[in-house]
């Protein structure tokens, strides 16, 4: 056990800044990776995305939140969970930025990414119920947590007959010809495909590890500044254990592998959800749900009304750019900052 409550404030930020660099540098290999594997087994993208990387991806997100469940932290535990959800729809605008051929909701629109956003919806919603209800719980478990799992592997299930039976498809332009599939590039042709998967689970643990320490290092931060568990799970945790997501989401759009780039996100938001879950088993006290205070519900509300305005920007397609990105990238951006300042500030 890590413990850093007599540590000076400055080596804690130390450890916390050098445990994120980890999640970033580690985190591009996992795209890659990633990519290569989708190609190798043919899997898909849209599947290798919402599962294999962004669940891969999500590792330190969940380590951190269940470290903190554990240690009496659950404000901070959920807090991180929908923070990195919020923080990583604002990754997605900023990639919209980066894609400067078209607006990426046009781009990367497909049946499975819109799958996916209305399944990551439907599961923020049960956190909100709970928190809402009664409190309840069976051997310190609400029943939302295993409901959640549920949910989540009904989703998947319905992801994949997507993919295999789809009973619509995206209208193809000229800007998302050929924007789905990448075929793997020479270095990868050249590697086993359990080379692969062996490398993949070294960065993935890699991933994990950092994500303890982020968590054992932000108790000490809010013991030593003062800061809420709400304000450093949000934000500081939140976008740290989030890293890994941003660098693979750049690295799959320079790759041309959009599809990749938005199931990451979106299908690793969904993922992203059972963080709570998770964090509720490893909370022993009972519900942590009932834990929870306003700010939470506040995020939780926030995370839905993101993703809301990116589903239907990949509904609508619309391929107008405002300064290379689309108007709902632009709204996502403006909405999660003012959403962290009214944190700071007093008003979330």
Known sequence: MLDMSNWPLVATIGVFVAAAIVIAV???????LADRLADRTGMGEAIAGAVFLGASTSLSGVITSVTAAAGGLPQLAVSNAVGGIAVQAAFLAVADIYYRQSTLEHAAASPAAILQGAMLVTLLALPIIATTSRNVSFWGIHPATPLLFVAYGYGLRLLARARTEPMWRAEQTPQTQN???QDE????????????????ALNAGLVGVAGYVIARSAGAIVAQTGLTQSAVGTVFTAASTSLAELVTLLAAVRRGALTLAVSDIVGGNSFDVLFIAVSDIAFRPGSIYHELNDQQIFWMGVTILLNGILLMGLIRRDRRQIITAGPESWLVILLYAGAVGLLFFGGG
Do not use: H, V, Y
């Not at 580690?26 to 890659?32: I, N, T, Y």
């Not at 590039?185 to 993949?200: I, N, V």
């Open 26 to 32: 580690a985190g591009s290999r996992l795209a890659m």
């Open 185 to 200: 590039d020479e270095d990868g042709k050249a590697q086993s495909t359990t080379r692969m998967w062996l490398l993949f």
């Open 179 to 181: 924007q789905d599939d």
